[in-house]
């Protein structure tokens, strides 16, 4: 009997192990709080693949793009998507996926944070009919070498009241440059879908 009690842990431990979540972000605000630094990789395996989304560390996010005429129906850049949307702003970045996949993925990440269908389907209308503009806007601001990913040593801005824009700038204008990102990862796929895989 006690062999059987301890496979039942087994199993009962990697089936917990299995279900991944997006996990919470560790940030650092800027002097503003309108955006915020990861000083650590955020990984992301995706449902019960083995495929990551990793958002390394020193991403700079500004968490659900939410506009502030809907924080009073109760949504806001910090609610339940809030991890999702920090994986959805790497993936708009970087665009190594299509933005249906990238919109999709963001689902699928909702999905798993157990945000509410309600939540779950105004922030993914709010991504497919008006991320078009942002999406452009980042793929012109990495054609024209503006950083989004901070090296360690930039990590701490030295005036702690600077705001992203301010400091992106300075970074800039010290040729301060993002790494290349992988075209067409693996877990592109599972965006091809908004099920969890």
């Given at each position: 009997?006690?062999?059987?009690?301890?496979?039942?842990?087994?199993?009962?431990?990697l089936?917990?192990?299995?279900?991944q979540?997006?996990p919470?972000?560790?940030?650092?605000?800027?002097?503003?709080?309108?955006?915020w630094?990861t000083?650590?990789?955020?990984?992301y395996?995706?449902g019960?693949?083995?495929d990551?989304?990793?958002?390394?560390k020193?991403?700079?996010?500004?968490?659900?793009?939410?506009?502030?005429?809907?924080?009073?129906t109760?949504?806001?850049p910090?609610?339940?998507?809030?991890?999702?949307?920090?994986?959805?702003?790497?993936?708009?970045?970087?665009?190594?996926?299509?933005?249906a996949?990238?919109?999709?993925?963001?689902?699928?990440?909702?999905?798993?944070?157990?945000?509410?269908?309600f939540d779950d389907?105004?922030?993914?209308?709010g991504?497919s009919?008006?991320g078009?503009?942002?999406?452009?806007?980042?793929?012109a601001?990495?054609?024209?070498?503006?950083?989004?990913?901070?090296?360690?040593?930039f990590?701490?801005?030295?005036?702690?009241n600077?705001?992203w824009?301010?400091?992106?700038?300075?970074?800039?204008?010290?040729?301060?440059?993002?790494?290349?990102?992988e075209?067409?990862?693996?877990?592109?796929?599972?965006?091809d879908s908004?099920?969890?895989?």
């Amino acid at each position: 009997m006690n062999v059987v009690l301890r496979i039942f842990a087994y199993l009962s431990l990697l089936l917990l192990m299995a279900q991944q979540v997006p996990p919470s972000p560790t940030v650092r605000a800027f002097g503003d709080n309108k955006f915020w630094v990861t000083v650590e990789d955020m990984v992301y395996v995706v449902g019960q693949t083995q495929d990551r989304i990793v958002v390394p560390k020193g991403f700079v996010t500004d968490f659900a793009s939410i506009p502030k005429i809907l924080w009073s129906t109760g949504l806001s850049p910090h609610g339940q998507y809030s991890r999702a949307a920090v994986i959805h702003d790497f993936l708009c970045w970087s665009q190594a996926c299509t933005r249906a996949q990238a919109d999709r993925l963001l689902v699928i990440a909702m999905k798993e944070s157990k945000v509410s269908t309600f939540d779950d389907v105004v922030v993914y209308a709010g991504v497919s009919i008006g991320g078009e503009a942002p999406w452009l806007a980042n793929q012109a601001e990495s054609r024209a070498g503006l950083p989004r990913i901070l090296p360690e040593q930039f990590l701490r801005p030295a005036d702690p009241n600077i705001d992203w824009p301010s400091y992106r700038q300075q970074l800039f204008e010290q040729a301060i440059k993002d790494p290349s990102f992988e075209v067409n990862p693996s877990y592109c796929r599972h965006g091809d879908s908004t099920n969890v895989p």
